[in-house]
């Protein structure tokens, strides 16, 4: 029989507490509750996307002594409304198969209904003793606060760029191949604090690279710009001269999409800034150049200018080009 494919982040997903890197937080409170029989009757896991926070739900539930059939997952972005809270309802009434407790993981729990909400908050107040509940969300302020003041909040930190990085390089190992510190770094950036949209590149690089992973196949295959050209068009920026921007942008614009892109400038200037305040990494000559000579351009202001006007350039992908030459020439001639 042919095997079927598995996705990097389903075939290297945590199957235990030690095997979760990056939330050591969440992991010693769920750990110490659980040694100590302390078990609430129901979690709230925040944090962004990728973070771990369904997979972490389900080591709880086996933790616990769940087995599978009692282990009870709702996506609550297609089954959001009330009908299927009120047949949520009913289920945990009913005892566990063959396990101590019913864990019921509601995934996206922000995307209930109001209804739905009210309805799932009366079996909060009064749950069976056998029920627990593990609501994972990625935007806790939408829900009802009645809900939250509930359950017991647990936050997933995002991984930050050495974690997730290191994460990178060993399942790289694990896969039989080899990248480099630098390669892996430029993978997590771009998987933006989620393991598994990191794991979800690599994957994209894996199919594409030989046993050593090539910088420029990554680069290739994220579409990213080349550094020298963004140095180049943050140089023009530093000195305001729109002619040199005008030419950086024109240098670049086919190679990679806008919003990409721009969001590696954001980044630049990012690095630039930490590097002017001695907490970045000085390997980078021409960017510690710039961010020695222009210590008053490339800073915090710069970052939340260009962060603020990032939306203009998602308006229509037509015109994202135009939208990026416009922020940047606004900021020359300001």
């Known amino acids: 029989m042919k095997e079927t494919h598995l996705a990097l982040y389903r075939k290297y997903r945590p199957e235990t507490f030690s095997d979760v890197v990056g939330q050591d937080q969440a992991v010693n409170l769920l750990v110490s509750s659980i040694k100590q029989k302390k078990i609430s009757h129901a979690y709230l896991f925040c944090g962004g996307r990728g973070t771990g926070k369904t997979t972490v739900a389900r080591i709880v539930a086996r933790d616990i002594g769940c087995n599978p059939e009692d282990i009870i997952e709702i996506d609550a972005a297609s089954n959001r409304g009330i009908d299927e809270i009120r047949a949520l309802r009913d289920a945990v009434r009913t005892s566990p198969f063959s396990s101590p407790y019913k864990v019921y993981i509601v995934d996206e729990a922000h995307m209930l209904t109001k209804e739905a909400a009210n309805a799932l908050l009366k079996t909060l107040e009064e749950p069976p003793s056998h029920v627990v509940f593990i609501l994972a969300t990625t935007d806790p302020e939408k829900l009802p606060q009645t809900i939250v003041s509930r359950c017991q909040k647990v936050v997933f930190n995002q991984p930050d760029l050495k974690v997730l990085a290191d994460r990178l390089i060993s399942v790289a190992e694990k896969e039989d191949r080899r990248l480099s510190v630098e390669t892996a770094e430029l993978i997590a950036r771009h998987g933006k ?38 140095i180049a068009l943050l140089e023009a920026v530093c000195i305001k001269n729109s002619k040199d921007v005008i030419s950086s942008i024109k240098n670049i614009e086919g190679k990679t999409s806008a919003i990409r892109t721009y969001d590696d ?18 390997k980078d000559k021409e960017l510690t150049r710039l961010a020695t000579e222009y210590p008053l351009i ?11 006007k990032r939306h203009l350039l998602e308006v229509s992908n037509t015109h994202s080009w135009t939208a990026f030459l416009a922020i940047l020439l606004s900021l020359v001639e300001a």
């Open 193 to 230: 604090g989620s393991y598994r949209d990191a794991l979800g590149i690599l994957e994209q690089v894996l199919s594409i690279s030989g046993k050593i992973i090539k910088h420029d196949d990554v680069v290739t295959t994220l579409g990213t710009t080349e550094k020298e050209s963004l």
């Open 298 to 308: 490339i800073g915090s202001k710069l970052v939340l200018e260009l962060l603020s």
């Open 265 to 282: 400038f954001i980044e630049l200037v990012r690095s630039g800034l930490l590097i002017r305040i001695g907490e970045g990494d000085k």
